[in-house]
T-cell receptor
Framework: EAGVTQSPTHLIKTRGQQATLRCSPI?????VYWYQQALGLGLQFLLW???????NRGNFPPRFSGRQFPNYSSELNVNALELEDSALYLC????????????FGNGTRLTVT | AQSVSQHNHHVILSEAASLELGCNYSYGGTVNLFWYVQYPGQHLQLLLKYFSGDPLVKGIKGFEAEFIKSKFSFNLRKPSVQWSDTAEYFCAALMYSGGGADGLTFGKGTHLIIQP
């Protein structure tokens, strides 16, 4: 089966711009999670979508937002980019059932200059 | 606040040495536990998971982990490491409250280097 796919693989933006990251979950998976992997900070939970609704949100400012589409794909939007937003953004999907592990994509490397 | 702590940020071992990576979580309720591995240049992969039942779980590539509820721990072990085990290892916990799962919480990771 095809895994979780993310696009683009690399994204370079300047401070103040907006970035849009995309994620396609594994077929049949209804839950999508977004994580930020910044250097030295490990993986930090950003957002969780299930069945088109935001289920939970991590400790990030409102300029981090997203949505999930009817086909369960998802977008992560980061507005007013700051230098410290430079990180690997990982998307993961799961079937949405309790006790289901997450399957991760390869990530989008966002660089803010 | 719920959290996951990994004790060692960097571990260097020689091939054939035994490995134990520590992981503790802070949450008194229902919890599912995971270990993920990220090999250089690759995406995160699930090593093993604990949901319930036997607290000693076996995963891929000879890894195992033991859930000790009284210690809030889920340490990862491997009796004899190989050079190919060089990677970043993440412990994660899915903690359930009344409203359902609160999202997967990750530790900061342990960078494991195996010297040939």
């Amino acid at each position: 089966e095809a895994g979780v796919t993310q696009s683009p693989t690399h994204l370079i933006k300047t401070r103040g711009q907006q970035a849009t990251l995309r994620c396609s979950p594994i077929s049949g998976h209804t839950s999508v999670y977004w994580y930020q992997q910044a250097l030295g900070l490990g993986l930090q939970f950003l957002l969780w979508y299930d069945e088109g609704e935001e289920r939970n949100r991590g400790n990030f400012p409102p300029r981090f937002s997203g949505r999930q589409f009817p086909n369960y794909s998802s977008e992560l939007n980061v507005n007013a980019l700051e230098l410290e937003d430079s990180a690997l953004y990982l998307c993961a999907s799961s079937p949405g059932r309790k006790n289901s592990p997450l399957h991760f994509g390869n990530g989008t490397r966002l660089t803010v200059t | 606040a719920q959290s996951v702590s990994q004790h060692n940020h960097h571990v260097i071992l020689s091939e054939a040495a035994s490995l134990e990576l520590g992981c503790n979580y802070s949450y008194g309720g229902t919890v599912n536990l995971f270990w993920y591995v990220q090999y250089p240049g690759q995406h995160l992969q699930l090593l093993l998971k604990y949901f319930s039942g036997d607290p000693l779980v076996k995963g891929i590539k000879g890894f195992e982990a033991e859930f000790i509820k009284s210690k809030f721990s889920f340490n990862l072990r491997k009796p004899s490491v190989q050079w190919s085990d060089t990677a970043e290892y993440f412990c994660a916990a899915l903690m359930y409250s009344g409203g359902g799962a609160d999202g997967l919480t990750f530790g900061k990771g342990t960078h494991l280097i195996i010297q040939p």
